[in-house]
Nanobody, 120 residues
Framework: QVQLVESGGGLVQAGGSLRLSCAAS????????MGWYRQAPGEQRELVAL???????NYADSVKGRFTISRDNAKNTVFLQMNSLKPEDTAVYYC??????????????WGQGTQVTVSS
């Protein structure tokens, strides 16, 4: 089983910055793609950013140029640096991690979610 612990959410004014972290632990041999998703009230969960094992990245159009995803493989941790935040970025942010366990199975785990609120 894989456990994900998120941190870094909070309340910030428009134009401000926040940095989210998500640390993975448990039955992990290797970490695959790591990503961040978000879900606003009444909306579907959407992809924010992904980072692969080769550190290739992919961003939603709405956050390009403002958000940066990165990873620390030694610590099984993924980060999301969010700059120039807008009220429309308000949502619960979830990390998602693909991993391979000791039996060779590929697992997909979600974090518990962290609230990001951007005031205008």
């Amino acid at each position: 089983q894989v456990q994900l612990v998120e941190s870094g959410g909070g309340l910030v004014q428009a134009g401000g910055s926040l940095r989210l972290s998500c640390a993975a632990s448990g039955n992990i041999v290797s970490i695959k793609t790591m990503g961040w998703y978000r879900q606003a009230p009444g909306e579907q969960r959407e992809l924010v950013a992904l980072i692969t094992t080769t550190e290739s990245t992919n961003y939603a159009d709405s956050v390009k140029g403002r958000f940066t995803i990165s990873r620390d493989n030694a610590k099984n941790t993924v980060f999301l640096q969010m700059n120039s935040l807008k009220p429309e970025d308000t949502a619960v942010y979830y990390c998602n991690v693909g991993s391979v366990n000791r039996l060779g199975f590929t697992l997909n785990a979600w974090g518990q979610g962290t609230q990001v609120t951007v005031s205008s």
